[in-house]
């Protein structure tokens, strides 16, 4: 069965504390994996895409990287305007279209 | 600006009553979805649409229905068949599904509560 499984399910950080989240799947004929920030009350916000297994993408305090098993976001000396949810899905080929699947996400609370 | 606008932000409604919740899109994607959101759970696909006129039951269709008559527009109708409708609903498009793995665009959500 498809599966995505982000751990923590919540992560409390001090100011400057980097740190990393991880995106685990068991997903069969993988095609793309995306990581998204939702603030509260709102929809989530595009952040990456990932293809392909050791390939990296960075956006300021960011970053995303992919192994064959699962992905990792790392934060790196986060501010308070980071904490969000940040949600992990991936995307694998089923008859005809691409099918995502979302994990619950990991809450991340960053303290001044 | 392109974006995707759903509206309205916060919807109340009575048990056994049908409402329409609205989404638009001028990303001039050919992919719209609709997804359930609760606390503690990934986003579930309600429905979703790969081109104007047709469109395919997601993972929990049951209780909700859709119509696709422009390419822009993606509205999606709780019915009183739904058993637990309050949720936060999540309008999604994406430039396609069929060929190319792309990410998706949200809108901002509508919180409805049913009482």
């Known amino acids: 069965e498809d599966q995505v499984t982000q751990s923590p399910e919540a992560l409390r950080l001090q100011e400057g504390e980097s740190s990393s989240l991880n995106c685990s799947y068991t997903?069969?004929?993988?095609?793309?994996l995306f990581w998204y920030r939702q603030d509260p009350g709102k929809g989530p916000e595009f952040l990456f895409t990932l293809y392909s297994a050791g390939e990296e993408k960075e956006k300021e305090r960011l970053k995303a990287t992919l192994t064959k098993k699962e992905s990792f976001l790392h934060i790196t000396a986060p501010k308070p305007e980071d904490s969000a949810t940040y949600l992990c899905?991936?995307?694998?080929?089923?008859?005809?279209?691409?099918?995502?699947?979302f994990g619950a996400g990991t809450r991340l609370f960053v303290k001044a | 600006d392109g974006g995707i606008t759903q509206s309205p932000k916060y919807l109340f409604r009575k048990e056994g009553q049908n409402v329409t919740l609205s989404c638009e899109q001028n990303?001039?994607?050919?992919?719209m979805y609709w997804y359930r959101q609760d606390p503690g759970q990934g986003l579930r696909l309600i429905y979703y649409s790969q081109i104007v006129n047709d469109f395919q039951k997601g993972d929990i269709a049951e209780g909700y229905s859709v119509s696709r008559e422009k390419k822009e527009s993606f509205p999606l109708t709780v019915t009183s068949a739904q058993k637990n409708p309050t949720a936060f609903y999540l309008c999604a498009s994406s430039p396609d599904t069929g060929h190319f793995p792309y990410e998706q665009y949200f809108g901002p959500g509508t919180r409805l509560t049913v009482t």
């Open positions: 990303l001039n994607h050919d992919a």
């Open positions: 997903v069969s004929g993988l095609r793309g």
């Open positions: 899905a991936v995307q694998a080929l089923r008859v005809g279209r691409f099918k995502t699947i």
